[in-house]
């Protein structure tokens, strides 16, 4: 039983790994214990990616990553002056606003490489990841699912 619970753990690193590639190596890339590399290898394993198919994958979350890091940046700011706001007394709205646009376009971001990344699966390809992310959802609850 814990060799099949950690498979699923393993299982799940490798859907989200490639997902969170495009945020780079943070707080959620370490609690799953995983970096992009590693998950990428996984899922790539599991769906039987072709070598082609590896590289077009790579780019995809690559250029995405990229897109990424000025956005980044940008939330690191608008959450400084969050914070500086919420300490000074002043109103909070606005800068609260400021951070969810900036992680609306993460996600879109996000979105867009899942995206580009389901259109170079087979059809066969397609239906398995999506019948694995539907048994993730199921056994851990919530998972990630950008259409």
């Not at 970096?35 to 082609?52: N, V």
């Not at 690191?76 to 969810?100: E, H, M, S």
């Not at 900036?102 to 398995?128: C, H, S, V, W, Y």
Request: hydrophobic letters at 45%.
């Amino acid at each position: 039983m814990k060799l099949r619970k950690l498979c699923g753990i393993m299982a799940l690193s490798a859907l989200v790994g490639g997902m969170l590639l495009a945020q780079g190596p943070g707080l959620r890339a370490r609690r799953m214990g995983m970096r992009g590399r590693a998950s990428q290898e996984l899922l790539a394993g599991y769906l039987g990616l072709t070598d082609a198919q590896k590289a077009q994958a790579k780019t995809i979350f690559d250029n995405a990553k990229a897109a990424a890091q000025p956005i980044r940046t940008e939330i690191q700011q608008a959450r400084t002056n969050l914070n500086a706001a919420i300490k000074a007394g002043q109103p909070v709205d606005a800068p609260a606003a400021a951070v969810g646009n900036l992680f609306g376009q993460l996600t879109a971001i996000q979105a867009k490489a899942r995206e580009q990344f389901r259109a170079i699966l087979t059809p066969d390809q397609l239906t398995k990841l999506d019948q694995f992310e539907a048994r993730v959802r199921n056994r851990f609850g919530a998972a990630p699912t950008t259409p």
